[in-house]
């Protein structure tokens, strides 16, 4: 079975400056994907960035990038430059092959806040 | 433009009865796949479906159930059997398996118990 775990319920950020939200998981699979989304106020989920477990390379979308640590188990996302329209729930998310192919299993979430 | 919706965007049930939350895609996915958001809890799986007239359960299958006759359609029913049906529900589908893309989702539905 796939666990994934946030651990910061909160997170505030100044606008302009950088923060990192952490997630470890655990899962049996050698083949899985890992994912963060944003759902902001209008409660839309919306794929932020993905991460094939094995790719060696950290994924990057913009401003928006992962640290992927396989050995660890942890995957934490990092905003650069934070903008106004960061602001949301942020959700991270594994999905792995196997027996549980094709679901998602979904940590708790991290509520971010965006300072002007 | 394809997508996927949910209706109706808010839902209010009476104690004892049953409500149908629907779900529909235009994406030609072949997986879809029902959650609730709980405060503080994340997104849990109530019922999937990779394929036409198959389904499985998920993490929290008691007191619901669908059916997926259409591609296109994969409707959720809360049963009075559900105790605490007070959530927000959302639908999301796949290409098959969603190992790569990732999945999109509807816009959700939030139901109350009144």
């Known amino acids: 079975a796939q666990t994934v775990t946030q651990s910061q319920p909160e997170m505030s950020v100044q606008e302009a400056e950088t923060v990192t939200l952490s997630c470890t998981y655990d899962?049996?699979?050698?083949?899985?994907?890992l994912f963060w989304y944003k759902q902001p106020p209008s409660r839309q989920m919306i794929l932020v960035i993905r991460q094939e477990a094995y790719k060696q390379q950290n994924a990057t979308e913009n401003r928006f990038s992962v640290n992927f640590q396989k050995a660890a188990k942890s995957f934490s996302l990092k905003i650069s430059d934070s903008q106004l329209g960061d602001a949301a729930m942020y959700f991270c998310a594994s999905n792995a092959g196997g027996t549980s192919y094709g679901k998602l299993t979904f940590g708790q979430g991290t509520i971010l806040t965006v300072h002007p | 433009d394809g997508g996927i919706t949910q209706s109706p965007k808010y839902l209010f049930r009476k104690e004892g009865q049953n409500v149908t939350l629907s779900c529909e895609q235009n994406l030609n996915h072949d997986a879809m796949y029902w959650y609730r958001q709980d405060p503080g809890q994340g997104l849990r799986l109530i019922y999937y479906?990779?394929?036409?007239?198959?389904?499985q359960k998920g993490d929290i299958a008691e007191g619901y159930s669908v059916s997926r006759e259409k591609k296109e359609s994969f409707p959720l029913t809360v049963t009075s059997a559900q105790k605490n049906p007070t959530a927000f529900y959302l639908c999301?589908?796949?290409?098959?398996?969603?190992?790569?893309?990732?999945?999109?989702f509807g816009s959700g539905t939030r139901l109350t118990v009144v």
């Open positions: 899962t049996s699979e050698s083949d899985y994907y």
């Open positions: 999301a589908s796949s290409i098959g398996g969603g190992q790569v893309r990732g999945y999109t």
């Open positions: 479906s990779q394929i036409v007239n198959d389904f």
